[in-house]
């Protein structure tokens, strides 16, 4: 069941939160350093307001035409933020599914999206993983926390 964000250790999410958080991220940002963290939780409280940059991919089980996108926080060394809107039966506008390592996204963002390799990578995050640039994540490995 996703989370609201209101604080890192959330309560279940009411039905009239605009954006929710899977439990996979919410332990994720448990594991950050609080300011890493922080700018996080302001990154994802920017989504209804801010236009994320599309991210493409496919994740196993999702509709063909479902639209991920991209917010990175300002602070450099926080992940960038994956979400999507919410479907069927899901509450809430928005659903965070994931955080990519910083220098995954620039990657990413950094003309390599048509790149299957990278698509993998992508897709592996998207079921709820976290990656990493470096170590294990571009030996295909997924870093699940």
Do not use: C
Request: net charge negative; hydrophobic share 40%; proline share 8%.
């Amino acid at each position: 069941m996703p989370h609201s964000l209101g604080v890192v250790t959330a309560e279940q999410a009411e039905p009239q939160d605009e954006v929710l958080v899977s439990p996979d991220v919410i332990a994720k940002m448990r594991t950050l350093p609080r300011t890493v963290a922080a700018a996080v939780a302001d990154t994802i409280l920017r989504i209804p307001s801010s236009s994320g940059h599309p991210f493409r991919f496919e994740v196993p089980g999702d509709p063909p035409d479902t639209k991920y996108q991209a917010l990175a926080p300002k602070m450099e060394q926080a992940p960038a933020v994956i979400y999507r809107a919410t479907m069927g039966d899901e509450h809430g506008r928005w659903l965070v599914t994931a955080l990519l390592d910083r220098a995954a996204y620039n990657a990413y963002t950094g003309r390599l999206a048509d790149n299957s390799f990278v698509q993998g990578l992508a897709s592996a995050v998207a079921v709820g993983g976290t990656i990493s640039a470096t170590g294990d994540a571009f030996s295909g490995r997924n870093n699940r926390q």
